[in-house]
């Protein structure tokens, strides 16, 4: 049997109903508490989208929690997205609403994430100092950068010098594992760079003689 709008008297033959209302008429009863725009905020260098304390690779799964995180009120569904809007479905199950198609605007807040902030300022923890014959250290230097990128750290510069290179390093901690998992037993010398909380930091040089 079907059903009319207390508001519009349509028929349930002819739209959908969520409890005693239309879906018209329950889009237009709620109004305001639709979200229309979500607010994101993106690194401006490697467009990387925050997610909590983390900056994350954008795609759709992540854009399904951003979108969730930010309409607690409702259940979200991502249906479709272009950089600067997305097709969601909202539900309310508590009150009977479910599947509501809505655009959401995506408004973008740019600023520097971690990494590319260090990478900026040129931040390094320690030196590298390669030496020995230009295809041995040439060989080396491939190995050690594809490790960083793998990691997600980078080198801040790679300086030429006599018979070698030296290459400032984000992470002294990966360039340690990397010498380790090779065997490799570069000569090690520490200067003392400041202090943080309480607690001396150094930057550690690490001389790997390669012939």
Not at 34 to 49: A, N, V
Not at 171 to 178: D, G, H, N, P
């Amino acid at each position: 049997m079907a059903r009319h709008c207390p508001t519009c008297n349509r028929s349930s033959d002819d739209i959908r109903f969520f409890g005693e209302f239309c879906e018209i008429c329950t889009i237009e009863k709620l109004g305001r508490k639709i979200p229309t725009e979500l607010k994101i905020t993106i690194c401006k260098r490697c467009d990387r989208l925050r997610f909590g304390n983390e900056f994350i690779e954008r795609d759709d799964a992540l854009l399904g929690d951003l979108l969730q995180k930010g309409f607690k009120e409702w259940d979200v569904k991502l249906i479709s997205s272009t950089g600067d809007a997305a097709i969601v479905e909202l539900s309310k199950p508590e009150q009977h609403i479910d599947g509501i198609r809505q655009e959401i605007k995506l408004i973008y807040q740019k600023q520097l994430c971690p990494k590319c902030n260090r990478r900026a300022a040129s931040y390094y923890e320690g030196i590298i100092q390669l030496r020995g014959s230009p295809e041995r250290v040439q060989k080396m230097l491939m190995k050690l950068e594809k490790v960083f990128e793998a990691n997600d750290e980078f080198f801040s510069r790679v300086d030429p010098v006599n018979n070698g290179i030296n290459v400032f390093i984000s992470s002294k901690k990966l360039a340690a594992a990397f010498m380790s998992e090779r065997g490799l037993k570069p000569t090690m010398s520490y200067e003392l760079y400041g202090l943080k909380n309480g607690k001396k930091l150094y930057r550690n040089t690490y001389a790997l003689h390669l012939d």
